[in-house]
């Protein structure tokens, strides 16, 4: 997978992908992430990419100008699956949306910010909104590196063992049952006592449950 990430602010998203989970996925060729600062598409000697809106109104918008230049450089070397427009009023990401997008090939991330992007870009490139949460931030670049971790963490190989992002919470639209690890007793506080016992069979049960009392009590949304 190839993900190109269009930004005024590249330093504040490189950070993410260089540790962990991430980091690792990138050295071992499972993903590449490219990141285009605006400014560089800019026509402007100022390196201006964003401008007053019409008809008035305070906040600036980008400019479509900059960012057609940037995708259709991008697009004349590649074939993109999606061109993603991180934004407070898209579709509110979750798990079968991160699903999807990870089986796609090539991938552009544009991120808002100011007031947004001219709606022209959204009319003739954007092929779909994504937003985290129904809060609002500074602009798309974190939100861009939580779409990324949630799709990256999905590519085969990524994840040392293999079946540990199918019992992820929301896999399967349940919460994850309760983990634990060693001391089998702390300080009084003990480890459930099916989960030393040996007995596979319960112990799935035993998650099962769990995973379902978790759910019904914390997100009986979920199991509608
Ligand atoms: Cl994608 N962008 C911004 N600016 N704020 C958000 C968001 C995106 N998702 C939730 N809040």
Redesign the pocket.
């Known amino acids: 997978m190839r993900i190109d990430i269009i930004t005024v602010l590249p330093e504040l998203l490189k950070s993410p992908f260089e540790a962990s989970i991430l980091k690792r996925a990138i050295d071992k060729g499972l993903v590449e992430i490219h990141f285009h600062n605006l400014r560089d598409y800019s026509s402007n000697r100022y390196k201006q990419v964003d401008d007053y809106q019409f008809g008035g109104g305070a906040g600036m918008v980008l400019m479509i100008e900059p960012i057609d230049k940037c995708i259709s450089k991008l697009r004349s070397q590649r074939d993109y699956d999606e061109i993603i427009y991180?934004?407070?009023d898209?579709t509110t990401l979750n798990q079968s949306i991160a699903n999807e997008l990870s089986l796609k090939q090539n991938i552009i991330m544009l991120c808002?910010h100011y007031k947004g992007v001219d709606q022209r870009v959204r009319d003739v490139f954007v092929t779909k909104e994504?937003?985290?949460?129904?809060?609002?931030?500074?602009?798309?670049e974190l939100?861009a590196a939580v779409l990324s971790d949630a799709i990256i963490r999905l590519l085969p190989g990524v994840l040392n063992d293999e079946t540990s992002a199918l019992t992820d919470t929301f896999q399967d639209d349940m919460l994850a049952p309760p983990v634990y690890t060693r001391p089998a007793d702390y300080k009084g506080n003990k480890v459930p006592e099916v989960l030393t016992s040996g007995n596979f069979g319960k112990i799935e049960k035993w998650r099962e449950q769990k995973a379902m009392e978790r759910t019904s009590k914390l997100r009986p949304d979920l199991l509608k």
């Open positions: 991180l934004t407070p898209g808002g994504v937003s985290i949460g129904d809060y609002v931030l500074s602009g798309g939100a």
